[in-house]
């Protein structure tokens, strides 16, 4: 027992070190302060959406017409057919499709002939899918004067932005990725980590005090960011699930962050791959949607799992999540890189020089 107290308050005393040290590395407080400020300052920057592809449902009796208008005359769109509007409704409120359109054939006025719900997660992709809906609906009508169609959004978003799990996703992998094997290959060259360990501080407790440090940075980041964009006006529910996979993520990418230190001879090498590796790890993830490509590459990635579990979890209005295959993926890659990471300490007999 007495060695476990031990244990832990060498641990503690490390994450202490690591948090006092990180107020006067400016590396540190640019990883947190940037996206936050990002994430302050995103609604008045003016951004440009990609091409993108939409699924959506069509419900009401003749519109097998509507169905093979847009099939012929729409590649972007892929259709799907509802019997049950509300059912179509609770599909795009789940994000599981991005529209359905409601057709009453037995209306005279086009506007009455139409009730169209939206996916309102992301304001700009809400204002594009519109505009394309409404052109479709003109064109298979043939008609060129403007129509006031009856667009509604089928789940109120609670959170004040629904760029929110973007910025989370960002922070957690910089601060795991970067500032975590830069913090430890830093230590390495100035023979911090060779004092350490002649002391009574152990391998293990280095890599445990660091992960807990880049785990407990997360969280405090992750609460100023949530507090900026209105995040505890949800359920405790999604909150307490939400801090489970930002948890999960900050050991993922801490444990590759430490992977990149101990496998690096210099902290200028550890920077230079972390940052070399940032863009790849992160740009498939949060640009899955554009291109079958991208799809397929953002499979390989934890971030993709991080942003689509607090997409689910932040932004859609669904009853119903289901984030166990985003969060047992989140947890594979995690054990994995620690798994690699204690083996590498075991067959060496020393992380520094």
């Known amino acids: 027992m007495d060695n476990v107290f031990i244990n832990l308050n060498i641990i503690f005393i490390l994450i202490k070190k690591d948090l006092k040290e990180s107020l006067k590395n400016r590396t540190a407080l640019m990883i947190i302060m940037l996206p936050l400020f990002a994430s302050l300052m995103f609604s008045i920057i003016d951004t440009q959406q990609l091409v993108r592809n939409f699924e959506i449902g069509i419900s009401g009796k003749s519109s097998q017409k509507i169905v093979s208008f847009i099939e012929s005359n729409f590649q972007n769109f892929s259709v799907k057919e509802y019997k049950n509007l509300e059912t179509g409704i609770k599909d795009t409120s789940s994000g599981n499709i991005d529209a359905v359109i409601a057709y009453n054939y037995q209306q005279e006025n086009i506007e009455d002939k139409y009730e169209i719900y939206l996916d309102s997660r992301d304001t700009i992709n809400y204002f594009i899918l519109r505009e394309n809906i409404a052109v479709l609906l003109k064109g298979f009508h043939n008609i060129e004067d403007e129509v006031q169609f009856s667009f509604n959004s089928a789940a109120d978003i609670k959170a004040a932005s629904s760029?929110?799990?973007?910025?989370?996703?960002?922070?957690?992998?910089?601060?795991?990725?970067?500032?975590?094997s830069g913090s430890l290959s830093e230590e390495k060259d100035n023979y911090t980590l060779a004092a350490l360990l002649v002391s009574r501080v152990k391998a293990q407790h280095i890599i445990i005090s660091k992960s807990i440090f880049a785990l407990l940075l997360t969280i405090i980041t992750s609460f100023l960011m949530g507090a900026l964009n209105n995040v505890f006006s949800l359920s405790a529910g999604r909150l307490f699930a939400a801090l489970i996979i930002i948890s999960t993520a900050a050991f993922v990418f801490?444990?590759?962050g430490i992977l990149?230190?101990?496998?690096?001879?210099?902290?200028?090498?550890?920077?230079?791959?972390?940052?070399?590796?940032?863009?790849?790890?992160?740009?498939?993830?949060?640009?899955?949607d554009v291109s079958p490509l991208t799809k397929k590459l953002a499979v390989f990635f934890p971030t993709h799992y991080l942003y689509q579990a607090l997409d689910k979890t932040l932004v859609y209005s669904?009853?119903?999540?289901?984030?166990?295959?985003?969060?047992?993926?989140?947890?594979?890659?995690?054990?994995?890189?620690?798994?690699?990471?204690?083996?590498?300490?075991?067959?060496?007999?020393?992380?520094?020089?």
């Open 163 to 180: 760029i929110f799990p973007v910025w989370i996703t960002v922070t957690v992998t910089m601060i795991g990725l970067m500032l975590i």
């Open 254 to 256: 801490s444990g590759l």
């Open 260 to 288: 990149i230190s101990l496998l690096t001879d210099s902290q200028a090498s550890a920077r230079s791959i972390s940052t070399v590796l940032y863009f790849p790890i992160i740009f498939p993830a949060l640009v899955a």
């Open 318 to 353: 669904g009853s119903k999540i289901d984030i166990n295959f985003e969060l047992f993926i989140l947890l594979c890659f995690a054990v994995l890189f620690y798994i690699i990471i204690f083996i590498y300490i075991k067959r060496t007999d020393s992380f520094v020089e």
